[in-house]
């Protein structure tokens, strides 16, 4: 296992250097995070609300027994059936205790829905920030590819005498391609 143990640590170690030159697919990655968050939160608001639709449909279901009941036992007094009265009343009884926990069960899904309702926003919003910080870090990124260290105009390319100065789009494209493989290969490798 101690292999496994220093090779996890080399490669988490590796990874967090990665990030640290390449904060822009840190921020990919925890927007990535919160989609997921943000999904599973739309998933279990559906799953509560199905929930929600069954518990009331049972306890409307449970309110008729109890009123169907409650005739039975009018209905038992007025024949003077006293035997039937009690047997009905115990029956009444149990359905409203049935009720009334259906009743809390409902309350609680309720209280879970507006919470994950709540979760779900605030999973959004900062959803929305980091998209918004992802795109201030890429124009950053862009306005510093297209100026150099240097101002003394060696380390410029030949190409920006004539009126040019961003970087060659072929150039930009297979950076960006290069390190977005680097970043699946660290993964890959972390996942194994």
């Known amino acids: ?3 496994f143990e220093d090779l996890s640590k080399f490669l988490e170690t590796r990874l967090d250097e990665f990030l640290k030159a390449n904060p822009h697919l840190e921020l990919w990655g925890l927007e990535d995070q919160l989609r997921g968050q943000e999904q599973d939160a739309i998933h279990l608001l559906g799953d509560l609300k199905r929930r929600e639709k069954q518990l009331e449909d049972s306890i409307l279901s449970t309110a008729q027994d109890i009123q169907r009941w409650h005739s039975r ?3 038992a007094q007025v024949a003077n059936r006293l035997d039937l009265v009690k047997a009905a009343q115990e029956r009444e009884a149990a ?7 259906l009743w809390g069960q409902m309350k609680g899904v309720k209280e879970q829905i507006e919470q994950t309702r709540n979760l779900q926003k605030e999973i959004h919003d900062r959803r929305r920030e980091l998209k918004a910080k992802i795109a201030e ?15 003394t105009g060696w380390a410029k390319p030949p190409f920006e005498d004539f009126g040019r100065n961003t970087m060659d ?4 494209s297979f950076q960006r391609w290069e390190t977005e493989q680097e970043l699946e290969e660290l993964k890959r490798n972390m996942g194994r």
């Open 95 to 101: 359905l409203l205790r049935q009720g009334n926990q």
């Open 169 to 172: 789009p072929v150039e930009e």
């Open 1 to 3: 296992m101690g292999i």
């Open 73 to 75: 036992i009018q209905n």
């Open 137 to 151: 870090t890429q124009a950053q990124r862009s306005a510093q590819r297209t100026t150099t260290s240097w101002d």
